[in-house]
Nanobody, 115 residues
């Protein structure tokens, strides 16, 4: 059974940093690309960053140069380092894996950027 658990969200001032973690279980983690999405109130869910099994990264234009996705396969964990946070980054951040054509999601972690 696939299980994804996010952590690390919180309240941060503009310009600050947070590191999100997603702990995965129930599948062969190293064999799958992992994704971070976010969803702000009233907005569609947005792909923020992905990391392939080879460690190749891709980012939404809105976060390029500020966010970094990484993975540690022996720990079954994917991270999202978020720097220079802006008000517009406020959202629930969700970890995602697509396995056998099915999307699996964690419960999400709230990130709020406010003065």
């Amino acid at each position: 059974q696939v299980h994804l658990v996010e952590s690390g969200g919180g309240l941060v001032q503009p310009g600050g940093s947070l590191r999100l973690s997603c702990s995965a279980s129930g599948f062969s983690f190293s064999n799958y690309a992992m994704n971070w999405y976010r969803q702000a109130p009233g907005k569609e869910r947005e792909l923020v960053a992905l990391i392939t099994t080879f460690g190749t990264n891709n980012y939404a234009d809105s976060v390029k140069g500020r966010f970094t996705i990484s993975r540690v396969n022996p720990l079954n964990t994917v991270y999202l380092q978020m720097n220079s946070l802006e008000h517009e980054d406020t959202a629930v951040y969700l970890c995602n894996v697509r396995r056998s054509g099915h999307d699996y999601w964690g419960q999400g972690t709230q990130v709020t950027v406010a003065s």
